[in-house]
């Protein structure tokens, strides 16, 4: 009797299809374009030529877009271990009801996170700069270095120079992530656990990781996602050169110099489709992984 008097209307229909509407316009539609484009030959101003697979099979075997791949990925691991290892140890830290001044550290180490990227890339790229960067201007001064430094010719280093500017954006966004998610766990898990004897790493391995293990899929994946799109930190911190030996050549930054500067949308087209089956190859992976790890009790191997 109850159920006759539920208006079963299809006003809310009404409420959802703005989103759908744009999402379709300004979502979907560009995608399958972007799909159709990478099928073709184009160079932004006559008719796209049809060519099938070909882009594909050329991206497969471009030793320049291997490369930057492998830049992208190297960038990424050498800055997401630390910097979601640091955010876990902060998170800890900070979580500990005991510890003044807790807020005023989150939003200190939140800082950096509200810096827009390209600020930070041009900042770093003064400071490393050959003859009037402060690092080099510091070094000499303090009679650690006779001479100039050329620190943008130095490959690797760059490379680990692209990491920390990651690092130093991002740790304080992962570690408020963490807290969220410690915040979410009850105590009792580990008061029980500390009245059966653990120590406190145990309950830490044994209890707070296990119970953060969705908190930390999450991180992996979306900083697997951010980590590919990498492009304004090494485009300002090199001016768009990649520089040196392609070192700092992102997989996005050769998108964008393919597409953009070259007028191969085309081709384009095609590297911004084969990042999207990685990303999304690798996400499943990952969950798929963390998934079956998450399986099993969470107090086992407690004492």
């Known amino acids: 009797m109850f159920s006759s008097r539920i208006n079963k209307g299809n006003y ?24 159709y484009l990478s099928l073709t030959n184009w160079d932004g101003l006559n008719t796209p030529e049809f060519i099938g697979l070909a882009n594909y099979s050329r991206a497969v075997l471009d030793p320049l877009f291997l490369q930057s791949l492998y830049n992208t990925f190297f960038i990424w691991i050498i800055s997401v271990i630390p910097q979601l290892t640091l955010s876990l140890i902060l998170a ?13 550290f989150r939003a200190v180490y939140f800082f950096p996170n509200i810096v827009t990227a390209a600020s930070l890339g041009l900042l770093v790229s003064l400071m490393f700069d050959w003859q009037t960067g402060s690092v080099n201007q510091l070094l000499m001064s303090v009679g650690f270095i006779e001479n100039a430094i050329d620190w943008k010719n130095n490959p690797l280093f760059m490379q680990v120079l692209v990491s920390s500017i990651l690092f130093f954006q ?20 580990a008061e029980a656990a500390r009245v059966d004897g653990a120590s406190k790493t145990q309950i830490f391995l044994k209890i707070t990781v296990p119970l953060l293990r969705p908190i930390i899929i999450f991180q992996v994946i979306t900083s697997l996602i951010g980590g590919v799109q990498i492009f304004d930190q090494p485009y300002m911190l090199t001016e ?3 520089s040196p030996d392609h070192a700092t050549l992102t997989s996005v930054m050769y998108l964008y110099r393919t597409a953009f500067e070259q007028g191969r949308f085309g081709y384009g087209a095609t590297i911004a489709f084969c990042l999207f089956l990685i990303i999304v190859t690798l996400s499943i992976i990952s969950y798929l992984v963390a998934r079956d790890r998450s399986r099993g009790k969470i107090t086992q191997g407690v004492k």
Do not use: H, R
């Open 240 to 242: 768009g050169a990649g």
């Open 170 to 189: 991002y740790f304080g966004y992962s570690m408020l992530i963490y807290i969220a998610g410690l915040q979410g766990i009850s105590p009792e898990y």
């Open 92 to 104: 800890v830290i900070l979580t500990n009801k005991f510890l003044k001044g807790k807020d005023f």
């Open 12 to 35: 809310g229909y009404f409420f959802i299809a703005p989103f759908f509407i744009v999402f379709l316009l300004f979502g979907l539609y560009p995608i399958l374009y972007s799909f």
